[in-house]
């Protein structure tokens, strides 16, 4: 267990410095699109479609991060007055639904990317497909960290909750 | 039946602990599933419900805020606040408001706010004898400003939910005074309290020290003055102008201040990355939780059911308001607005509401959501900057929440608090 | 309410438009026509999403019909790339000659390898120019002009061929890009201009139309193929039935709108000589009309009389 652990560890953190340098190309494609449309003249009509799918990338890599270090909102107050073992067997309901919900990322967003296939997106030329594939990218680790929470809290190893300060020791 | 589907599977999802982005997705996918539409559509509104240019205004103002805070822009902003209303009473409490209405107005995010100010006032505050609780209270409500100020990304996301109708840079000026009068009413409430509880003051500097002080604040001040002279020049769009923000904070902190090193800049900005992709996933998955609302002709039933009860704009105004604060306080903001701004904005106009000063009473009131629990973002993050339990901050938060709804009251029947501003620009 | 089959269709835009209303019509001859077999619902104001987003519920069945703009099919649909070619209709008469006849009809045929049924083209206007700086009175007024478009490949080019500067900006943000000075202005035809509130910043409108684009009105293939073959029929009438009914209402907006603007002070330039314009215009069609489908196509509209 603990050296699958490692391994989804070096994922999340690959996923994450990708979703960084995606933040830190967007901000130079817009930088680029004021500068040359306010000092060239020229406007540059691939800036903004291209950010957006960078977003899109950044979006879902994080958010897929963050189920593992567990930094998304959640509304734990019901759970303060549960005994610890009820709350685990919930949090691990609420794990297998994610798991779930990534399925339905990694399947239909499939579905979407392959029918935009042969559309070929305006401005950028490349197929529609690229739109979609964030998503499912997204789903599969989605499905990997959730499956990992479960198989861990299984193993008595802990998982990390929002507002939890104290990282995974792993 | 769809309805309870839709809705009591978020409930169920919400009580267990679900993160807030998934109960939103996962009930729609249910409710999908439950009526036999074809499940594309919940992951299709769930990517283009994030694929949209202006959001982009929220990784960037809030890659501009990490990039703020820990290249020390925050702190000499603080250090000003604290040299301009250190010496009146509820001192450090007046500090952290008037920080905000700085810092506010480089940032377009509360949380930022909360996380900046509280992380450097509230352990300052705990030291001076102040409690902890106090110092959480303030920080929280006194955030809102910055949704107020301009620039506020909340404010493009409504002017986009609008229809983009709306000029951008007037719903940006249209916040200024409502945030002020926000600023104003906090510091009156942090003085009674403080009074109450006897709280220290901080000696006046000085002018000299004042001026010291305010020389090294002028970078993070110049950005105010960047942000809004760009935009109303026409050098970049009101979206664009984050993403300046944010390369603007980078050449300060690294060419003037010499306080961004490598490894900051990639702890920001993965402090960027994590903190949008939780917001995004929240605001993509209530685009979907939100077309199915529109499927099942929910907004539309809610009109009618509002048209019933009165058509008297004050109370129509009065209900829109309670609406949204309970709405607010078991959702968060951006999916709030892309939610209801269709389902309002029509109703207020019918009764003669300018959808520029509606747009001012939206964003406050969802801010002052943003405060509250069940799922208050910035409550959180003041909870969790603070180290209290969020049950010790709302036992005494509860003045502080009083300022903000009065505050609310003002700005929704007092029209010209809004409009007066931006028809000077005109 | 007693309705056995009720089709959900969408709109992006707002109730009471001319789309909407006809659309709704078309519902209301279909409930009587069907005997109440057959009834549509109008989801307008894009509450179920964006074009781009409709057109794909349509394809997977989530929803019944849609009336959407041509430019999103362009790159899927070949055949509707042709309406989109700036100036290849003469004015609005010529366009309703070539798509009411054989030309319509197999621009509509067209959808249905893609999981569309065409039923209907709708008036769309023509697309002129706007800005705040001057008003544009030849092709050398254009010159260096930020001017906003829509993200499309030939819309793009038909700007940096008029010698403009093509600036692609959400449709949101061209307002106060505009009173701004972001950018000089955009195009667009009366009632958009008018409704968008874009005339109050942009003082001068040229009435060059440039793009003359129908509208269309389509039904997903899956639901289609559920429906009877009586039901059909009755669903491509009532829809041939709506054109004119929409046609009028448009007509009729057009000329508000107009008269709002002029209301306004906008100055309109009419006499514009587009020789220019079109002669332009070879290199974009060089570029885009590439395959002897449409080589074709654009050789039988121009001959339309
Ligand atoms: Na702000
Ligand atoms: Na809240």
């Known amino acids: 267990m603990t050296s699958v652990a490692r391994a989804l560890r070096h994922v999340a953190r690959l996923a994450l410095w990708l979703a960084a340098a995606g933040l830190i190309l967007m901000t130079v494609f817009i930088t680029a699109q004021v500068v040359a449309r306010y000092i060239f003249n020229d406007s540059l009509v691939w800036s903004e479609p291209a950010a957006v799918i960078l977003m ?115 | 039946m769809e309805v309870w589907v839709l809705f009591g599977t978020f409930v169920f999802l919400l009580l267990i602990g679900t993160p807030v982005a998934f109960c939103l997705g996962v009930a729609s996918f249910a409710t999908v599933l439950y009526i036999g539409l074809p499940p594309v559509v919940v992951f299709q509104q769930l990517n283009s419900g994030v694929s949209v240019f202006a959001l982009m205004a929220i990784p960037f103002f809030i890659f501009a805020g990490e990039l703020m805070v820990r290249g020390d822009i925050a702190r000499r902003l603080v250090a000003l606040a604290g040299a301009m209303v250190g010496h009146m009473r509820g001192g450090l409490g007046q500090v952290n408001i008037t ?63 609008a229809g983009g109708r709306l000029s951008i840079a007037d719903l940006f000026t249209a916040g200024i005074i409502p945030g002020l009068l926000l600023a104003a009413s906090l510091m009156v409430t942090a003085w009674f309290v403080a009074r109450k509880a006897g709280y220290p003051t901080e000696s006046f500097p000085g002018w000299a020290m004042l001026g010291a002080i305010f020389f090294n604040a002028i970078p993070g001040i110049l950005l105010i003055v960047i942000i809004f002279g760009g935009v109303r020049s026409g050098i970049f769009t009101a979206s664009e102008s984050s993403c300046i923000a944010a390369v603007y904070a980078l050449l300060v902190t690294t060419l003037a201040y010499r306080t961004m090193n490598w490894a900051s800049f990639v702890e920001a900005t993965k402090a960027a990355v994590r903190t949008t992709a939780m917001v995004l996933l929240v605001i993509g998955c209530a685009a979907s939780f939100g077309w199915l609302l529109a499927f099942l002709r929910i907004p539309a039933e809610l009109v009618e059911l509002m048209k019933a009860v009165s058509n008297n704009p004050i109370i129509i105004l009065l209900m829109i308001n309670l609406v949204l604060l309970m709405l607010g306080t078991f959702m968060d903001m951006s999916p709030l607005i892309v939610i209801t701004t269709p389902i309002f904005l029509p109703v207020a106009t019918a009764f003669g509401v ?73 | 309410a007693a309705c056995e089959t009720t089709l959900k269709s969408s709109d992006t835009h707002p109730d009471g438009y001319p789309t909407v209303e006809a659309v709704k019509h078309m519902g209301k001859l279909l409930e009587e026509r069907t005997d109440g077999r057959l009834c549509i619902e109008v989801f307008h104001s894009a509450q179920l999403g964006q074009e781009k987003d409709t057109i794909e519920q349509t394809k997977f069945g989530v929803i019944d019909l849609n009336r959407v703009s041509m430019g999103p099919f362009n790159n899927l649909v070949e055949e509707t790339k042709v309406v989109s070619l700036p100036y290849v209709f003469k004015g609005v008469d010529h366009m309703h000659r070539v798509m009411d006849g054989p030309i319509g009809e197999e621009i ?133 039935d709506s054109v004119p ?34 002669a332009a215009m070879d290199s974009v069609y060089e570029k885009h009309v590439t395959s002897d489908k449409l080589k074709d196509l654009v050789a039988r509209i121009r001959a339309t009389d």
């Open chain 1, 56 to 170: 899109g990338w950044f979006i879902f890599l994080g958010a897929a991060v963050g189920i593992r270090e567990g930094y998304h909102l959640s509304f734990d107050v019901l759970l303060y007055f549960l005994p610890k073992k009820a709350k685990l067997w919930l949090y691990s309901i609420s794990d297998l639904v994610v798991v779930g919900f990534g399925a339905g990322m990694l399947w239909f967003g499939s579905q979407l990317a392959l029918s935009a296939w042969d559309v070929k997106l305006p401005s950028l030329g490349i197929s529609g497909a690229y739109d979609f594939l964030p998503i499912v990218g997204g789903g599969v680790l989605v499905i990997l960290f959730s499956l990992e929470r479960l198989a861990r809290r299984a193993a008595g190893l802990p998982t990390a909750r929002f507002g939890e300060t104290d990282p995974l020791e792993d």
């Open chain 3, 108 to 240: 509509l045929k067209a959808f249905e390898p893609h999981g569309y049924v065409g039923l209907a083209f709708y008036d769309g206007g023509s697309r002129s120019f706007y800005n705040k700086v001057k008003p544009i009175k030849s092709i050398e007024d254009l010159e260096g002009m930020k001017i906003r478009v829509m993200q499309s490949d030939i819309f793009v080019d038909m700007m940096s061929a008029l010698g403009a500067n093509a600036t692609p900006l959400p449709y949101g943000e061209v307002y106060s890009a505009i009173q701004t000075g972001v950018i000089d202005g955009a195009e667009n035809n009366w009632p958009s201009f008018e409704s968008s509130g874009h005339y109050e910043v942009a003082g001068h409108y040229t009435l060059d139309e440039h793009l003359i684009v129908p509208e269309v009105l389509v039904m997903s293939k899956a639901s289609w193929d559920k429906l009877s073959a009586e039901d059909q029929a009755a669903v491509r009438q009532a829809a041939r």
């Open chain 2, 354 to 426: 300018d959808p520029v000063h509606f747009g001012v009473i939206l964003v406050l009131n969802l801010g002052i959501g943003l405060c509250t629990p069940p799922v208050g973002t910035v409550l959180f993050v003041g909870c969790a900057v603070g180290r209290i339990s969020v049950w010790d901050a709302i036992r005494t938060i509860w003045p502080f929440y009083g300022a903000a709804v009065f505050t609310l009251l003002l700005v929704t029947y007092i029209p010209s608090l809004s409009l007066w501003l931006p028809s000077l620009f005109r």
């Open chain 2, 99 to 161: 920080a905000s209405v700085l810092f506010g107005g480089i940032s377009g995010s509360a949380a930022a706010d909360a996380t900046a100010i509280g992380g450097l006032m509230i352990p300052q505050m705990r030291e001076k004898g102040y409690s902890v609780e106090y110092g959480v209270n303030v920080t929280v409500v006194s955030s809102i400003i910055a949704l107020m100020l301009p620039p506020s990304h909340n404010m493009i996301i409504y002017s986009i939910s």
């Open chain 3, 245 to 278: 009914f929409m046609r009028e209402m448009w007509a009729a907006r057009e000329k508000a709108s107009e008269e709002k603007v002029r209301a306004a002070g906008v100055e309109v330039v009419t006499e514009i000589d587009k020789e220019p314009f079109m």
